[in-house]
């Protein structure tokens, strides 16, 4: 299928066709997001590539018009991600946004940890392997996603999915009374960066949720490309025409070949 060409620079807004790469803030959901561009910029269609939740930042590619009939190039690829996890407390949604389940009461057992202890941890959850998605996630059963079941309080078994780590470093540790352990990873589609927290740490034994995350790559875009929402608000109409790009521009001949 050929990628679609931006068209002239004298098309009105509402009929281009490209992608837009946006730095997502916090606080709004990806929905949200294309809705706003979608509103602004007058469009027929508009949707995103992969959802961030409303506290994650960064990354989220939109196609628009025609061409979101390419999104599947970029839902296709690997992303990567900065982010935090909180040693020493679970919670049903594993992250921030959830009801605590689980407080660890060995506390000094946690300060003990060292860095060289945490990668070696790391190095286990890396390559292929095995993760089970989380309740709280839009994945349905029986047409109906499993968020919505969860917040009735029903649980069903989720299979586990084969993922691919690609990279996972320690970027740092901060020895709180919960210890915050930020990281690096590199992932394949389909990865849930909360359930690896907290696999990580139910296998450290303390269990974990993730505090913050940011998508700082997809596939070849990096976030030193994309522009924060508000400010592409506030551009003019010819700034906004200009930072909507052809989707071959930013992808590798072999994935759209």
């Known amino acids: 299928m050929p990628l679609t060409n931006i068209i002239i620079k004298d098309t009105p807004l509402k009929m281009k066709n490209g992608i837009l790469i946006i730095d997502k803030p916090e606080g709004i959901s990806s929905a949200k997001t294309v ?57 049903d949604t594993q992250d921030l946004t959830g009801k605590i389940i689980r407080i660890n009461s060995k506390k000094r057992e946690q ?31 029986k047409g109906k996603p499993l968020y919505r079941l969860a917040r009735k309080g029903i649980k069903i078994k989720v299979e586990p999915r084969k993922i691919k780590i690609y990279q996972l470093s320690l970027l740092k540790v901060r020895w709180d009374i919960y210890p915050s352990i930020s990281f690096k990873v590199k992932c394949s589609k389909g990865t849930y960066i909360r359930t690896l927290c907290n696999d990580i740490g139910d296998y450290l034994g303390f269990g974990a949720y993730l505090s913050n995350l940011r998508r700082v790559k997809v596939g070849n875009i990096s976030i030193n490309q994309s522009i924060s929402l508000a400010e592409f608000m506030e551009l003019p109409s010819e700034k906004q025409a200009s930072l909507i790009i052809s989707a071959s521009t930013v992808l590798d001949d072999k994935i759209i070949n």
């Open 111 to 141: 300060k003990r940890l060292t860095r060289d202890e945490i990668e070696s941890v790391f190095e286990k959850f890396q390559g292929d392997i095995w993760q089970t998605p989380p309740m709280y996630s839009a994945i349905k059963s």
């Open 35 to 91: 809705f706003k561009i979608k509103k602004l910029l007058k469009l027929d269609k508009a949707g995103h590539t992969g959802t961030l939740d409303p506290f994650a930042t960064g990354i989220l590619v939109l196609c628009l018009n025609r061409s979101t009939k390419e999104s599947v190039y970029f839902t296709n690829l690997d992303k990567t991600y900065t982010a935090t996890m909180i040693l020493g407390i679970s919670t």
